[in-house]
């Protein structure tokens, strides 16, 4: 059994500018002969925030769960801080500080706020107090609440939860499936906020957006996957104004304040 967590439980290891996540021209699917991502590549340095956006169905989610172990990837290789860690399990990579926060069913309903959190260290129980004081300070909401059930809570609420959860364990990168789906635009505000302040505290941050413009504004540099590649990539800036983006994938929102 694992008793230690990643090998710093601070979220800032790692130099300014170094390689984190290293996706080099992957192909990975969910059924035998049926490929999902085909030749599909990126990278986040240290202290990226990286977003993935692109139509439905482009295999965005399918790119996280490769990465994180949940789906076989069949060619090509996963570097995490230059190891190979393609089509490690996900229990091995969150001890190697790789966070996970999935798009549905991100919390468990029956248990407290508290209790999720809990789940969220089960490798690594001797950090608990640190980092729900980290957690907490991100989440101030969630500290007044820590006895309710999660499945009580509004859709915004839980997203909180189910972040807090995959910081619990100090990852080094958090990989964020739609943070703001399904919430009113205030609560979607909030999300990007809390995303861009886990970014700032050190996390090397990797989201996948349905909310393409709001993406670009607050990520570093994104990426555009069309069928299942990486089509586009550029700074965030750089895409809300490349008129091929604009064009296929942002409409007229695409166009920046
Ligand atoms: N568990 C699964 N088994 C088989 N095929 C799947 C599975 N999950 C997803 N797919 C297929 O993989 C393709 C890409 O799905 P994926 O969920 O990665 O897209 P997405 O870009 O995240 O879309 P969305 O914006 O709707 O979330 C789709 O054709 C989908 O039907
Ligand atoms: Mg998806």
Redesign the pocket.
Known sequence: MTTTGPEAASPTTGRAGELVVEVRGITAG??PGVD?LTDCSLTASQGELIGII?P???????LLKAIFGLVKVRAGSINLYGDDITNLKANKLVSKGVGFVP?TNNVFPTLTIQENLEMGLFQNPKGLKERLEFVTSIFPDLSKRLGQRAGSLSGGERQMVAMSRALMMGPHVLLLD?PSAGLSPVRQDEAFLRVKEINQAGVTTIM?E?NARRCLQICDRGYV?DQGTDAYTGTGRELLNDPKVIGLYLGTLGQED
């Open positions: 969910y059924l999902i692109g439905n169905g482009a295999g965005k989610s399918t798009q739609e996948v349905q996957l």
